[in-house]
């Protein structure tokens, strides 16, 4: 027999195929979104607030003497940094009979496009970090992701902010700063570039400078360093340009240690409360997750405003 109870278990189990089918829908290869591990370290929150610290290590092993003591390494961890946890939710109300007589497909139509909306703010909240990384995304030395004035524990000054456009050589400055950025107990840590991020604008670009089997726009038949030495890999995201509030011009050199990560406190859920407990005879289809996107620290990190 359908029973009334029955009855919602299908309803549910309906809307959650379509919602799910478009919430989890597959980008195209180089469109990078939240679940990117390349641009986001992935992680879990277990309260409303993500307390983190940066990590300074013992530096450099010292030459020893055949008798002398072992000299004793310094670790700290200080500068703490807070990420509060945001719920973002949304609900729609599905007549009764609309979804009994699937009038029109009505109600695929509207949980696919709840489900599309809810994609979309999940991934344009987490490129917030890199789309304001020169204003206001701050680390735990509370300077902005992308600064010439970061201090380390152990005192010296990192500067892993560029103003060049995205080309050639600028991409090579970028390695280069990587490669030689000093840690928080001012070792080089010889950081290997593993991602370049770039607004839509820049894509095409981005690929034709790293993707291409010769350096790219020259007659010369000279090795691409980018594509056969580095293996750097190119994402894009519309989230980090001018018509989501950031810039059409900015990009960013990651390695694989970065330190820009997301913590998902819950993963999306759905529920359903059935027609019997609403008084117009709609099934009110729910939806929400929880979690927040953070730096800790700049290591890791070179970005560009791409404005000189």
């Known amino acids: 027999m359908l029973t009334s109870a029955l009855n919602s278990n299908v309803v549910k189990t309906a809307l959650d195929n379509v919602f799910k089918q478009e919430f989890e829908y597959a980008m195209q290869p180089g469109h990078a979104s939240a679940e990117t591990a390349a641009i986001f370290k992935q992680d879990t929150a277990d309260s409303s ?7 300074k290590g013992v530096g450099y092993w010292d030459a ?9 390494g310094t670790p700290r961890v200080t500068n703490q940094i807070t990420f509060t946890v945001t719920e973002y939710a949304k609900s729609v109300d599905i007549s009764k009979t609309f979804f009994d007589d699937n ?16 994609r979309l703010t999940r991934d344009r909240n ?3 970090v890199y789309r304001n990384a020169f204003t206001t995304s701050l680390t735990a030395d509370g300077i902005t992701l992308c600064s010439d004035s970061h201090t380390t524990i152990s005192g010296d000054t990192v500067d892993n902010k560029l103003t060049a456009a995205l080309s050639e050589s600028s991409l090579n400055d970028a390695i280069v700063a990587l490669g030689e950025q000093k840690a928080q107990d001012g070792t ?3 950081m290997q570039p593993a991602t ?3 607004p839509l604008a820049l894509y095409k670009t981005a690929c034709t400078l790293v993707e291409s089997k010769l350096r790219a726009s020259t007659a010369n038949n000279d090795m691409n360093v ?18 989501a509030g950031g810039s059409d011009t900015m ?17 999306v859920h759905t529920e359903l409360i059935p027609f019997q407990y609403t008084r117009n005879n709609v099934y009110v289809y729910k939806a929400a997750f929880r979690e927040v996107i953070g730096a800790v620290d700049y290591s890791g990190v070179i970005g560009s405003t791409g404005t000189a």
């Not at 607030?49 to 990590?55: K, L, R, S, Y």
């Not at 009038?103 to 809810?118: L, T």
């Not at 960013?252 to 993963?267: Q, Y």
Request: net charge positive.
């Open 49 to 55: 607030a993500v307390i983190m610290e940066v990590f």
């Open 64 to 72: 020893k003497a055949e008798l002398a003591d072992i000299q004793n």
């Open 103 to 118: 009038k029109h497909g009505v109600y695929e139509k509207m949980v696919r496009d709840m489900a599309e909306s809810g």
């Open 126 to 128: 987490a490129f917030a």
């Open 188 to 190: 080089i840590r010889g």
């Open 196 to 198: 370049l991020l770039v």
């Open 226 to 243: 980018y594509s056969d030495k580095y293996g750097i890999t190119v994402y894009t995201s519309p989230f980090l340009g001018a018509a």
């Open 251 to 267: 990009w960013f050199l990651l390695s694989r240690n970065h330190s820009v990560t997301r913590w998902v406190r819950e993963a």
